[in-house]
């Protein structure tokens, strides 16, 4: 199955690529897919919602993500939700979670999977 997040939009600014060669990646990742948008039914990792997840050597984890709206009603809770869902994980130290807008995120993030599971495929 291919994690790779998809390319940010043209023209906007650049997200740092994640640390997906860390061991920590994957757990992190499928951590990541057990939380869901409760208005949509699909994790959002596959939502793409991640942006980057950064792992350093002392296994400090930092996510920048996005919501599918500015006016998401969840948007003041969904970062503690990401938060929580990584923090017990065997071998991180730390978690931090930021939202960004830039760029904003769009149908054409979504993993086929999602797009699958939502019927656009």
Request: proline share 12%; charged share 20%.
């Given at each position: 199955?291919?994690?790779?997040?998809?390319?940010?939009?043209?023209?906007?600014?650049?997200?740092?690529?994640?640390?997906?060669?860390?061991?920590?990646?994957?757990?992190?990742?499928?951590?990541?897919?057990?939380?869901?948008?409760?208005?949509?039914?699909?994790?959002?990792?596959?939502?793409?919602?991640?942006?980057t997840i950064e792992i350093n050597d002392e296994s400090d984890v930092s996510i920048i993500m996005s919501l599918t709206a500015p006016?998401?009603?969840?948007?003041?809770?969904?970062?503690?939700?990401?938060?929580?869902?990584?923090?017990?994980?065997?071998?991180?130290?730390?978690?931090?979670?930021?939202?960004?807008?830039?760029?904003?995120?769009?149908?054409?993030?979504?993993?086929?999977?999602?797009?699958?599971?939502?019927?656009?495929?």
């Open positions: 199955m291919d994690t790779t997040p998809q390319a940010p939009i043209e023209g906007a600014p650049l997200i740092k690529p994640s640390t997906n060669d860390h061991a920590l990646y994957d757990t992190i990742v499928e951590a990541c897919r057990t939380v869901y948008d409760p208005e949509i039914p699909v994790n959002i990792f596959d939502l793409g919602l991640i942006y006016g998401c009603p969840v948007a003041g809770e969904m970062p503690g939700w990401v938060a929580e869902a990584i923090e017990p994980l065997p071998g991180v130290k730390s978690v931090a979670v930021e939202l960004t807008w830039e760029p904003p995120w769009g149908m054409e993030m979504m993993s086929d999977e999602a797009r699958l599971e939502l019927g656009f495929m």
